[in-house]
């Protein structure tokens, strides 16, 4: 991985821990910004394996790196939406706040996802797939999380 995806990795992990941590509605409509990543990071991605097959053919080990990283983002998703404390306040809004927990399965989450990284551009020798990786996984990692609080909220009324 570059040290400007390790950056915008970083800047983008203090933006959504930040907004994790405080009270906020639950978003109960279209999940725009799982989408957004989801769209970027189907663009980086094509163009991360372009980056490689352009010298050789993407081997399979990184496809079973990228597989795993993938199914890794949805797996701490889910299990950050444990942590994360979601009720409905009197009006009915589903509110969220994420917890201490919730942060730290976020730097771990985070730590594995730049390690698993640094293994995917190891292995495509000089292609900039593991760096490709880092949109998608975003958007499945917020994406499993917000489908596990929208299930958690259900009709609770007071803190969980």
Request: aromatic share 8%; glycine share 12%.
């Given at each position: 991985m570059?040290?400007?995806?390790?950056?915008?990795?970083?800047?983008?992990?203090?933006?959504?821990?930040?907004?994790?941590?405080?009270?906020?509605?639950?978003?109960?409509?279209?999940?725009i910004?799982?989408?957004v990543?989801?769209?970027?990071?189907?663009?980086?991605?094509?163009?991360?394996?372009?980056?490689?097959?352009k010298?050789?053919?993407?081997?399979?080990?990184?496809?079973?790196l990228?597989?795993?990283?993938?199914?890794?983002?949805?797996?701490?998703?889910?299990?950050?939406?444990?942590?994360?404390?979601?009720?409905?306040?009197?009006?009915?809004?589903?509110?969220?706040?994420?917890?201490?927990?919730?942060?730290?399965?976020?730097?771990?989450?985070?730590?594995?996802?730049?390690?698993?990284?640094l293994?995917?551009?190891?292995?495509?020798?000089?292609?900039?797939?593991?760096?490709?990786?880092?949109?998608?996984?975003?958007?499945?990692?917020?994406?499993?999380?917000?489908?596990?609080?929208r299930?958690r909220?259900?009709?609770?009324?007071?803190?969980?």
């Open positions: 570059t040290i400007a995806t390790i950056a915008i990795g970083a800047l983008l992990a203090v933006i959504l821990i930040v907004r994790q941590v405080r009270p906020r509605p639950l978003n109960e409509g279209f999940p910004l799982p989408t990543f989801g769209v970027l990071g189907v663009a980086a991605m094509a163009f991360g394996v372009a980056s490689v097959v010298a050789h053919p993407v081997p399979t080990t990184a496809w079973v990228v597989t795993a990283t993938f199914i890794l983002a949805i797996l701490f998703g889910w299990l950050r939406a444990t942590t994360v404390r979601v009720w409905r306040r009197d009006d009915g809004v589903a509110m969220r706040r994420g917890t201490g927990w919730t942060t730290l399965l976020w730097l771990v989450s985070i730590a594995v996802h730049i390690g698993i990284g293994g995917i551009d190891a292995l495509d020798r000089g292609g900039l797939l593991g760096d490709a990786t880092l949109y998608l996984y975003i958007s499945l990692t917020l994406g499993a999380q917000l489908f596990a609080l299930a909220v259900g009709g609770q009324r007071s803190p969980a």
